[in-house]
């Protein structure tokens, strides 16, 4: 069963930064595309980045390009999203999941962008 822990969250001024991670367990890490996702209250969740097997293809949602970095660490079965220049449109909780994405999801880890 796949098992997440997210971690990293929490109050930043804009154009601030954050390292967010994933550690997971339960699967076999190195055979999933990892994903980080993000929800605001009221609002459905919202894809954020993707990054494959090999850590190589890294897809992100227009909104958070050139600002964002996401990368893997298999030996850990680690995911990180780096966050540069957040924005105050950038606060949420944000979640990883295996992609595609698995029933299963952690308590997320919340990012507060303000001043």
């Known amino acids: 069963q796949v098992q997440v822990v997210e971690s990293g969250g929490g109050l930043v001024q804009p154009g601030g930064s954050l390292r967010l991670s994933c550690v997971a367990s339960g699967f076999d890490f190195r055979a999933y595309g990892m994903t980080w996702y993000r929800q605001t209250p009221g609002k459905e969740r919202e894809w954020v980045a993707s990054v494959d097997t090999s850590g190589l293809r890294r897809d992100y949602v227009d909104s958070v390009k050139g600002r964002f970095s996401i990368s893997r660490d298999n030996s850990k079965k680690t995911v990180y999203l780096q966050m540069n220049g957040l924005k105050p449109e950038d606060a949420a909780v944000y979640y990883c999941?295996?992609?595609?994405?698995?029933?299963?999801w952690g308590q997320g880890t919340q990012v507060t962008v303000s001043s």
């Open positions: 999941n295996t992609r595609p994405a698995s029933d299963s």
